[in-house]
């Protein structure tokens, strides 16, 4: 440390203050979770063995807490984490995951995003829910490149928050020329002083979907990254939280935007903040400049979603150290990203209309869509290979983020503003008070959910079923 320290002090005796700025060494380095160990020697088929179990996990270094996450079951000594571990495959593979129980209650694993065979959705509309102890083999085709994740979908608002959430990413498609391809996951946890997670849920967790008190990326509170001054890097952002949504900024810089939730977009596009509401994921680039500053941060801004949540001001979500700054500039990007045609629609095209809305209920508030209450609402019925709108009428004081299984859609409009950019969307954000309209086409026949992605909201009521026949 002090060998570097006189360097760097002879470094700006010789050139005043333009010498390079680089960083010590990060005390909390931000690391991706690990990998699933592919079992399969064919490089066309990627097979893992998944355990759910429970286990401990540092949220505030040295205050262990208990919780509830996946495992590398090819590897015999491996301990959950938080993310689990990420499930990684290549457009057209194969893929197998063994999936093993060792929790003490039921669940599921929700391949969000995915295109795949109804019976391996492990939505519990598609599957009989894993019991403990119990196996389930889950197999499916990975058609579509793009940044997704998976999740039980049993008491989501229990399990999840619990830390039973891992990344999923199917390389292809094109590839831009980056310094480095990084996946965050973007959660937060409400603890105790003891670093345990609270058990405590109180009405504005109920009305809200729980907002904890410490937020995480990767798992991690107050990481630091180390970046070069002057590189471009991917950087891939999944919304994992039970009801925060995710308001980012990089001071100085924008976000090239070239991927929503169903992969790369044809045309990408610049924005200076990125709204991530629960569910969704986004894509993007940044140019970090070459005289980064110090003390750098990527921040959370506040997001008015509604019932007056109070702005409690600009939230670190991880630093950013400086390593020696890049000797050449980033490549040119790509001319041609992706070849994606909207999904046609005419004054003819049906349209099926979802109310949503909230009840205050004497024990807690109760979410519908069109006035039903899941688990006793009427299944919806359409034809296998039918373009549908859906009309997404939120009627109630504060946005939600609006998941279908088993297939993307396309954004029309909001309130009759046209949507121009063109990308597949999974889950939207309907605002409060606002009509959002998308075209879906029903490829893949069997029961789908779709419900809104705040977890509390969707086991209180706010999710149906879809039976494409
Ligand atoms: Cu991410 Cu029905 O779920
Ligand atoms: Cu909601």
Redesign the pocket.
Known sequence: MAVRAQVLCVGLMLCGACGPQVDPAPVRPLLPPPELTDTNPDPAIVEVTLIAAEGTHEYLEGKPAQVWGYRDGALAESAVTIPGPTLRAKEGDQILVHFRNELPVATTVHWHGIRLPNGMDGSTSSQRAVEPGESFDYAFTAKDQGSFWFHPHVKGDEQIEKGLYAQLVIEGGTAPEVAADRYFTLDDVKLQSDGALSAKTDAMDLMMGRQGNVLLVNGMKDAELVVSPGTRERWRFVNSANGRFFNLSLKGHRFLVIGWDGGLLPVPYEADTLLVAPGERYDVLVTFDPELPEGLALQNLHYDRGHDLPDPGPKDLFRILRAAPAEDAPAPLPSQWRTLERTATTAATAVRAFRLSEFEAPDGPQ?FINDQFWPFNDMVHVTKGDVEIWEIDNQSE?D??FHLHGMFFDVLDRDGVPEERVGWKDTVNVPRETKLRFAVRYDFPGMWMFH?H?LE?AERG?MGDLMVE
């Open positions: 979410f504060m939600h983020p809104c705040i909201h706010m």
